[in-house]
């Protein structure tokens, strides 16, 4: 089923992007849209090494290369970092580095 399908996937997912009501998965290979509202699968992939960096984005902590003032390089994409989410977003990845430093 599609389950599998996609708990097979979360390990490949780099970001989650949210836009218009869609859920965009970015993977190293390809990129596709679900319907969806980030709130609905946050939780879930919060368990998975996820974190956001902004409203729109939920980073995979696997490939977060590095990390700048306002901004996170994941898998080469550059994604912008909230100011209200900023120590949070650090604070999940020292969590799930143990010990990140910039």
Known sequence: GINETKRLLVDEITYVEINNHQLIFHTLRETSA???????????LAQNGFASCNRCHLVNMRYVERVEKLSVVV???????SRNRRKAFLNALNAYYGGWTE
């Open 34 to 44: 679900v319907t969806g509202s980030l709130k609905s699968i946050e939780r879930d």
């Open 75 to 81: 898998a080469g994409e550059t994604l912008s970092i």
